[in-house]
């Protein structure tokens, strides 16, 4: 849907990335995450206005901390991890 407001622009709603693959067993390497991640942060195009919330630990097993590091590291706002590092 898209909504008006006071100057008759459209505006469209934000998207969404909702992603269900695997199960409880299926084990997702970096490479699987960024594969469905980086193209949804793509299509949004360049973003200088985000709000990133990280997770506290009872997000762990979602992953979530490291898809925030992911989008992070997208948009600059943190160096990217090195394969090589201790």
């Not at 199960?23 to 793509?42: C, G, H, M, Q, Y």
């Amino acid at each position: 849907f898209a909504t008006a407001n006071m100057n008759d622009k459209v505006q469209e709603p934000p998207r969404s990335l909702v992603c269900a693959i695997g199960s409880e067993e299926t084990v997702l390497s970096d490479e699987d995450i960024k594969a469905k991640l980086i193209p949804f942060l793509e299509s949004l195009g360049p973003r200088e206005d985000i709000l990133i919330l990280p997770p506290d630990f009872t997000r762990f097993h979602s992953q979530s901390g490291k898809i925030t590091q992911f989008i992070s590291e997208h948009y600059n706002f943190t160096p990217r991890a090195k394969d090589d590092a201790p």
